[in-house]
Nanobody
Framework: QLQLVESGGGLVQPGGSLRLSCTASGFLLDNYAIGWFRQAPGKEREGVSC????????YYADSVKGRFTISRDNAKNTVYLQMNNLEPEDTAVYYCAAEDIINTARAVCIMNVGAYWGQGTQVTVSS
């Protein structure tokens, strides 16, 4: 069974940090471009950070540049999203997606695409 599972969400105070994990089963993530997306209540889903399939490219939404970092650990078949200096506006359900047709990070995030999606993990930033 092909599956993506996110973990690492939770409640954190403003200025705090979280690391989200996206682990695949049934397929290898290094064959895919990977994206982290989020959806806040009443808002559309947006691409937060993506990494390309083969070109090593990364993309960050302007709202998270300098605070979030995406990385891969192919040995663990996992992609991470390190989130620092979190703000209340970062509160959302975060999803990871694996994309096998669109190759570059920016395109995956902007086009909001993925062949496989995880179930999401809630991130709440509040004092």
């Amino acid at each position: 069974q092909l599956q993506l599972v996110e973990s690492g969400g939770g409640l954190v105070q403003p200025g705090g940090s979280l690391r989200l994990s996206c682990t695949a089963s049934g397929f290898l993530l290094d064959n895919y471009a990977i994206g982290w997306f989020r959806q806040a209540p009443g808002k559309e889903r947006e691409g937060v950070s993506c990494t390309g399939r083969t070109d090593g490219s990364t993309y960050y939404a302007d709202s998270v540049k300098g605070r979030f970092t995406i990385s891969r650990d192919n040995a663990k078949n996992t992609v991470y999203l390190q989130m620092n200096n979190l703000e209340p506006e970062d509160t959302a359900v975060y999803y990871c997606a694996a994309e096998d047709i669109i190759n570059t990070a920016r395109a995956v995030c902007i086009m909001n695409v993925g062949a496989y999606w995880g179930q999401g993990t809630q991130v709440t930033v509040s004092s």
